[in-house]
């Protein structure tokens, strides 16, 4: 019997540490290549683009916001502001007409409201309407650097560029910085290496010509990493810019935030799986979408059941040698408590966590592609830009 639960213990460890040792590897491979970018020379030659809102309930930033817009380093009369509210019960599009008919700007712009809930539907909306070669998807919540506009529109000057985003910083964040640090690093290399399927929809640029005329999957909340993987599958690029940094309210605790990790994680599990044919892209690239489906589809159901296989070998085992016995079952035990101590654990264990639970939700057919939008989170970020220099 001892002999038996020792094979299964070993390979539940076995499995455990290749689980981890697999992503751990990539993202070594990918953190000597992120040295290597070659930054695009700044653009003189600006043009015409188009910035898309999407907003619903932003009631408590929207007048910041827009200020925001009008404030960033690009020329009023080259930006097309388009602002799309889809079924806003606080007034947050008579808000934004009111302050915009207040100014004195050269920025053309427009809002218009849909009947429907779910930002998916205000993006396919706005991509059969902007006329613009390249457009700004930007989200109302996070703080823009000024020069977010110019950073991005430089690398259009590369022909094999058809989409750009920002990343979130992780200075400003009291949690899960460890975790975005190397999301971060990632997504650079990758997108050194030839492209990254996971976007940042808070700010991110588009080619128009590179994405499909049908738009996006509606009923699919990623819609940045959806149009990432369709603008790869139309034959070009899509970069995450290491300069470009935006900026979120702390996040207080690892464990904050609950619904809106398990709605990203359901987005993008979906994405990813109904994107699956680019693995057969190209072998760069398909490497990369294979590396994004382990990370997030199967190591988090092989780190669960590796980490049950040795937790019940050890306590199996306890009642099948002498108590005062010490063996490699009960060194397993004392290191389940240990672990919990470390920050990376804890970001460990939350992240598979979310990501079981967001599978879970697909496979019972659950659709999160509609939701409320996080008050707390508009009133922090609210704060945050008053209290900015």
């Given at each position: 019997?001892?002999?038996?639960?020792?094979?299964?213990?070993?390979?539940?460890?076995?499995?455990?540490?290749?689980?981890?040792?697999?992503?751990?590897?990539?993202?070594?491979?990918?953190?000597?290549?992120?040295?290597?970018m070659?930054?695009?020379?700044?653009?003189?030659?600006?043009?015409?683009?188009?910035?898309?809102?999407?907003?619903r309930?932003?009631?408590?930033?929207?007048k910041?916001?827009l200020?925001?817009?009008?404030?960033?380093?690009?020329?009023?009369?080259?930006?097309?502001?388009?602002?799309?509210?889809?079924?806003?019960n606080?007034?947050?599009?008579?808000?934004?007409?009111?302050?915009?008919?207040?100014?004195e700007?050269?920025?053309?712009?427009?809002?218009?409201?849909?009947?429907?809930?779910?930002?998916?539907?205000?993006v396919?909306?706005?991509?059969?309407?902007?006329?613009?070669?390249?457009?700004?998807?930007?989200?109302a919540?996070p703080?823009?650097p000024?020069?977010c506009?110019?950073?991005?529109?430089?690398?259009?000057?590369?022909?094999?560029?058809?989409?750009?985003?920002?990343?979130?910083?992780?200075?400003?964040?009291d949690a899960?910085?460890?975790?975005?640090?190397?999301?971060?690093?990632?997504?650079?290399?990758?997108?050194?290496?030839?492209s990254?399927?996971?976007?940042?929809?808070?700010?991110?640029?588009?080619?128009?010509?590179?994405i499909?005329?049908?738009?996006?999957n509606?009923?699919i909340?990623?819609?940045?990493?959806?149009?990432?993987?369709d603008?790869r599958?139309?034959?070009?690029r899509?970069i995450?810019?290491?300069?470009?940094?935006?900026?979120?309210?702390?996040?207080?605790?690892?464990?904050?935030?609950?619904?809106?990790?398990?709605?990203?994680?359901?987005?993008?599990?979906?994405?990813?799986l109904?994107?699956?044919?680019?693995?057969n892209?190209?072998?760069?690239?398909?490497?990369?979408?294979?590396?994004?489906?382990?990370?997030?589809?199967?190591?988090p159901?092989?780190?669960?059941?590796?980490?049950?296989?040795?937790?019940l070998?050890?306590?199996?085992?306890?009642?099948?040698?002498?108590?005062?016995k010490?063996?490699?079952?009960?060194?397993?035990l004392?290191f389940?408590?240990?672990?919990?101590?470390?920050?990376?654990?804890?970001?460990?264990?939350?992240?598979?966590?979310?990501?079981?639970?967001?599978?879970?939700?697909?496979?019972f057919?659950?659709?999160?592609?509609?939701?409320?939008?996080?008050?707390?989170?508009?009133?922090?970020?609210?704060?945050?830009?008053?209290?900015?220099?």
């Amino acid at each position: 019997m001892m002999q038996l639960l020792a094979g299964v213990w070993i390979s539940g460890l076995i499995i455990l540490i290749l689980s981890i040792l697999y992503p751990w590897l990539y993202y070594i491979k990918m953190k000597n290549l992120s040295k290597n970018m070659i930054y695009p020379q700044s653009d003189t030659n600006l043009k015409d683009i188009t910035i898309f809102l999407p907003v619903r309930n932003e009631s408590k930033i929207i007048k910041q916001k827009l200020q925001e817009i009008l404030d960033l380093n690009y020329p009023n009369y080259l930006i097309t502001l388009l602002i799309i509210d889809t079924n806003s019960n606080d007034g947050t599009p008579d808000i934004a007409h009111r302050f915009l008919s207040s100014k004195e700007i050269d920025i053309s712009w427009k809002i218009i409201s849909l009947d429907r809930q779910g930002k998916s539907f205000a993006v396919n909306h706005a991509l059969g309407i902007i006329s613009t070669n390249i457009f700004i998807m930007m989200d109302a919540d996070p703080i823009l650097p000024k020069n977010c506009l110019i950073s991005l529109i430089r690398w259009f000057q590369n022909p094999e560029i058809g989409a750009v985003c920002g990343l979130l910083g992780d200075s400003n964040m009291d949690a899960g910085a460890q975790y975005r640090t190397r999301f971060n690093t990632i997504r650079i290399g990758e997108s050194i290496l030839n492209s990254t399927p996971i976007f940042e929809g808070s700010i991110c640029a588009f080619r128009m010509s590179a994405i499909s005329k049908n738009g996006i999957n509606s009923l699919i909340n990623a819609d940045d990493s959806q149009l990432s993987m369709d603008v790869r599958n139309n034959g070009f690029r899509a970069i995450a810019d290491p300069s470009l940094y935006f900026v979120e309210p702390p996040v207080k605790g690892i464990f904050s935030n609950h619904s809106r990790k398990v709605r990203r994680a359901h987005g993008l599990v979906k994405s990813l799986l109904s994107n699956i044919k680019l693995i057969n892209k190209d072998k760069t690239y398909g490497r990369i979408m294979f590396f994004n489906i382990y990370l997030y589809v199967f190591m988090p159901w092989l780190i669960l059941l590796s980490s049950i296989i040795i937790f019940l070998t050890s306590i199996i085992s306890i009642y099948e040698s002498p108590f005062l016995k010490f063996n490699n079952y009960h060194t397993s035990l004392i290191f389940l408590f240990i672990l919990p101590s470390s920050k990376s654990f804890l970001e460990l264990i939350d992240g598979i966590f979310i990501l079981i639970k967001a599978q879970i939700l697909i496979l019972f057919g659950r659709k999160l592609h509609i939701w409320e939008t996080d008050q707390l989170q508009r009133i922090l970020s609210s704060k945050l830009r008053e209290n900015l220099p």
